[in-house]
């Protein structure tokens, strides 16, 4: 059984950042491909970045590109999502989720159905 638990939100003004980060236990996440996704209000949820194993690989949802950066530390359990510039569009929960099964290499992972264990989710408020 993995737990994940995201912390670093909060309320921001456009164009400011956060840190999120995402502590994992009770599993190997050395190699579990990490995955942060998004819901806002009345929308459905959302991928935003995905991560590999060994953190060489990303992608992100367009929306983000150029401001938002994934990264992990292995050594640590956590896995990061820097945001930089943020606009209110961005103010949602944002959940970390992490992939235990089977992995392809070189593929990315950006449906929900494709993790396997989630965190509670931090809330991020950008006022404009």
């Known amino acids: 059984q993995v737990q994940l638990v995201e912390s670093g939100g909060g309320l921001v003004q456009a164009g400011d950042s956060l840190r999120l980060s995402c502590a994992a236990s009770?599993?190997?996440?050395?190699?579990?491909?990490m995955g942060w996704f998004r819901q806002a209000p009345g929308k459905e949820r959302e991928f935003v970045a995905t991560?590999?194993?060994?953190?060489?690989?990303?992608l992100y949802v367009d929306s983000v590109k150029g401001r938002f950066t994934v990264s992990r530390d292995n050594a640590k359990n956590t896995v990061y999502l820097q945001m930089n510039n943020l606009k209110p569009e961005d103010t949602a929960v944002y959940y970390c989720?992490?992939?235990?099964?089977?992995?392809?290499?070189?593929?990315?992972?950006?449906?929900?159905?494709?993790?396997?264990?989630w965190g509670q989710g931090t809330q991020v408020t950008v006022s404009s």
């Open positions: 989720a992490a992939r235990t099964r089977l992995s392809s290499s070189g593929y990315h992972y950006t449906r929900s159905d494709e993790y396997d264990y």
């Open positions: 991560i590999s194993w060994s953190g060489g690989s990303t």
């Open positions: 009770g599993g190997t996440f050395s190699r579990y491909v």
